[in-house]
């Protein structure tokens, strides 16, 4: 059995249906929790308790620090939700390892992602940059920094 849920933290305690009461009446259960920025059993942040959607987790993720435009511009979102689908997509694999492993153990798992964790997976570039040479991340526009030629070109046709 699989429960998957997006609330904030807390919430789902506050209903009576956490992962541990819930376990103690199904131990093969399976409880997803996609969160803007994970779950206290994971590790207590800042934000654990703030709600979030797509444009908060591209935010809080870094990707919108280098969308737009290249010179002036403030962050900029990326067009599809990739603060919304990035995250499940994530959460539907930890779903199939955890329901792999209750095949094999009879032993039921919690599984989480923080939305914010899953669009920073996208950062990887600003990551690098920053953490081999201190270089800040500023929005690309259309180009790549270290690839050339990259980017949309005007043509004849």
């Known amino acids: 059995d699989v429960l998957v849920e997006n609330y904030r933290a807390g919430v789902m305690e506050g209903l009576g ?12 259960l399976v409880y997803a929790a996609l969160r803007g920025f994970g779950d206290p059993r994971s590790g ?17 993720g870094g990707i919108m620090g280098v969308t ?9 979102k990326i067009g599809p939700g990739v603060g919304d689908l990035l995250p499940a997509m994530y959460l539907a ?6 329901c792999w492993s209750v ?3 009879g032993q ?14 996208l950062c990887e570039r600003i990551v690098y940059q920053y953490s081999a040479a201190g270089v800040d991340s500023r929005p690309d526009g259309n180009g790549h ?3 050339c030629p990259f980017g949309i070109f005007p043509a004849s046709d």
């Open 17 to 28: 249906l956490s992962y541990e009461t819930l376990a103690a009446h199904n131990p093969r």
């Open 44 to 60: 207590e942040t800042p934000y654990t308790h703030w709600p979030a959607y797509d444009p908060v987790a591209q935010a809080m």
């Open 68 to 76: 737009g435009p290249e010179v002036g511009g403030a962050p900029t």
């Open 93 to 98: 694999y930890a779903v199939a390892a955890a």
């Open 103 to 105: 095949q094999r153990t």
């Open 108 to 121: 039921g798992q919690f599984v989480d992602v923080a939305m914010a964790d899953a669009v920073l997976a």
């Open 145 to 147: 920094p270290l690839l």
